[in-house]
């Protein structure tokens, strides 16, 4: 898939609990991607030969591999490259400025 192709790729946005319900429960919002939402939204990598958001990351995730492993569907795979510099990954996942750090550049 070319570079243009993967620009043209919709972001896959996170299902959320309706508003209705999360206003009388103390549930997650967020409802996380499903693993086929989250290879979409994979797909969506440019892979840049000089990654921001590698650099951009504070615990430097090795974000490409991770992409790369799970645009392929490989979850283990993906959080095994995770889980070598972020040993908390869902914490930092809650508190990451993704969108000003990695997609916003």
């Known amino acids: 898939m070319t570079r243009q192709e993967r620009m043209k790729i919709p972001r896959q946005e996170m ?5 209705l319900i999360r206003r009388c429960n103390f549930e997650e919002v967020s409802l ?3 693993e086929d939402l989250a290879i979409k939204e994979a797909e969506r990598c440019l892979q840049c030969k000089k990654p921001k958001c ?8 090795l974000i490409p591999q ?14 095994r490259v995770m889980k070598i510099k972020n040993n ?9 400025p993704q969108e ?3 997609e916003g550049n």
């Open 15 to 19: 299902p959320l609990q309706d508003k």
């Open 32 to 34: 996380g991607l499903s």
């Open 54 to 61: 590698v650099e951009g990351c504070p615990v430097g995730v």
């Open 66 to 79: 991770f992409i790369k492993a799970l645009r392929k569907g490989d979850i283990n795979e993906a959080i």
């Open 88 to 96: 908390l990954p869902a914490v930092c996942g809650r508190v990451c």
């Open 100 to 102: 000003n750090q990695c």
